[in-house]
């Protein structure tokens, strides 16, 4: 695939993206990082003395507490619960970075277990750039403290405090600096670790270097990438949508009522369990969200033993889809950042890390050569014990003439 290493390249992302592999990947790890959540959010409002039913009728699958009056100790298990997730998206995204970067590559096939095993790797590191970020704001803000306390001390205070305003402001310049690259780096570190193969201190490097040295491109690149990311969303649902409308017209002629029944159930239980991103999506698509999402309230039906089970059934693949419009969204969203990132190196430091040596892929060439040495000997000590039989048959034969 030909790059332009310019703004260009970003609108190849949804083409990247709209493939199973990728898909599969993000909506993988988008279903593991929910089910984590899932539980822990459940568990604190729990704590804080809702019950399950009551929480389930209220927030269906995405049970949220801001708003809510809730114990420290739930919001303390809530936090974990989010950060959990948070970090299971963060890995997910870097396996997804590095498929993309493997596809730019020409290297097919590249698996995504491969990538996960990948992103796995850099698990430390993506923890280690993020605690690294967190002691340089911590390091700022209990500064700040400390010089507010010292404030505090008759005469001596104001007077020092009030000498040190101009380090002061620009030291909360800086800090506001730092804040930003850590924002952005939530979107750019899965680029870097999979596309540079670096640490963590490499990546909070390049986080910097790349918001210093290039904040307007990064920033026309990344908003390209969030609107591709949205068109995709919608480019996705619709496609599935229509998808669905000829299979329930088909089938509906078919099993008639009976299907009709099934249907009309899993769609009321799904409307349920989406209910709480109802909202978001209005906000966003406005009076186009008919056109992706449900166009109008659907009511629960009786259905027989069987039929409920096949309710069940339909409703948890016709969720699964809809994951998977996220999963294709959020694997467009990071063939962008993987693009522009790619991009904005190249004009930064004049190299092309497509054509830089990928240490992943040096260890298995060579492990596929040591293997490959392997299965070479293998015969060759099999003949051995051949080629022997033969030299003592021949010597055998050359004594018995020599007695002869």
Same mark, same amino acid.
């Not at 089910?35 to 949220?64: D, H, K, V």
């Not at 306390?149 to 730092?178: D, H, Q």
């Not at 063939?335 to 298995?364: H, I, P, S, V």
């Given at each position: ?39 822990? !959010? ?51 995204? =870097? ?152 299979? !329930? ?39 186009? =969200? ?55 190196? #190249? ?36 003949? #051995? ?5 033969? =030299?003592?048959? !021949? ?10």
């Amino acid at each position: 695939m030909r790059m332009y290493f310019d703004f260009r390249d970003v609108f190849k992302a949804p083409r990247i993206a709209f493939s199973f592999q990728r898909i599969w990947t993000n909506t993988l790890g988008i279903i593991l990082a929910g089910i984590i959540y899932l539980l822990i !959010a459940y568990l604190a409002l729990m704590i804080n003395g809702a019950s399950f039913q009551e929480i389930f009728a209220r927030s269906g699958f995405f049970p949220f507490p801001m708003g809510k009056s809730m114990s420290l100790l739930a919001w303390i298990v809530w936090g974990i619960g989010a950060i959990l997730s948070g970090l299971v998206i963060l890995v997910t995204n =870097t396996a997804v970075a590095r498929l993309v970067y493997m596809q730019l590559r020409n290297e097919f096939f590249y698996s995504w277990r491969q990538a996960f095993r990948f992103a796995f790797k850099k698990f430390l590191s993506i923890i280690g750039a993020y605690f690294t970020f967190i002691f340089m704001i911590a390091f700022f803000v209990v500064g700040a403290l400390v010089m507010g306390i010292i404030g505090r001390i008759p005469a001596i205070g104001e007077w020092l405090n009030a000498l040190l305003t101009i380090p002061y402001v620009l030291a909360g310049v800086l800090l506001a600096f730092i804040v930003l690259v850590t924002v952005v780096s939530i979107l750019i570190i899965p680029a870097i670790l999979a596309t540079m193969d670096e640490d963590a201190l490499g990546g909070v490097f390049q986080s910097f270097s790349i918001v210093y040295n290039q904040p307007w491109r990064l920033a026309i690149y990344s908003v390209l990438a969030g609107i591709l990311e949205l068109l995709a969303f919608a480019f996705y649902a619709g496609m599935l949508k229509v998808g669905y409308r000829v299979f !329930a017209l088909l089938f509906e002629v078919g099993m008639g009522e009976k299907f009709y029944r099934i249907a009309e159930n899993s769609l009321a239980w799904l409307q349920h369990i989406l209910q709480p991103l109802e909202g978001a999506l209005f906000t966003i698509w406005g009076t186009w =969200t008919p056109y992706l999402y449900f166009s109008h309230p659907h009511a629960t039906m009786a259905l027989s033993g069987t039929e409920a089970i096949a309710a069940v059934i339909v409703t948890f693949f016709l969720g699964l889809l809809g994951v998977s419009v996220v999963g294709f969204a959020e694997a467009t969203g990071n063939a962008g950042m993987t693009l522009t990132f790619l991009a904005l190196y #190249k004009k930064q430091e004049d190299e092309n890390l497509l054509e830089r040596e990928d240490d992943e892929l040096k260890e298995e060439e060579e492990e596929e050569s040591e293997q490959q040495s392997r299965n070479d000997e293998e015969p060759a000590e099999a003949e #051995k014990p051949e080629d022997e039989t033969e =030299t003592s048959a !021949a010597t055998d034969e050359n004594e018995e003439k020599e007695e002869s």
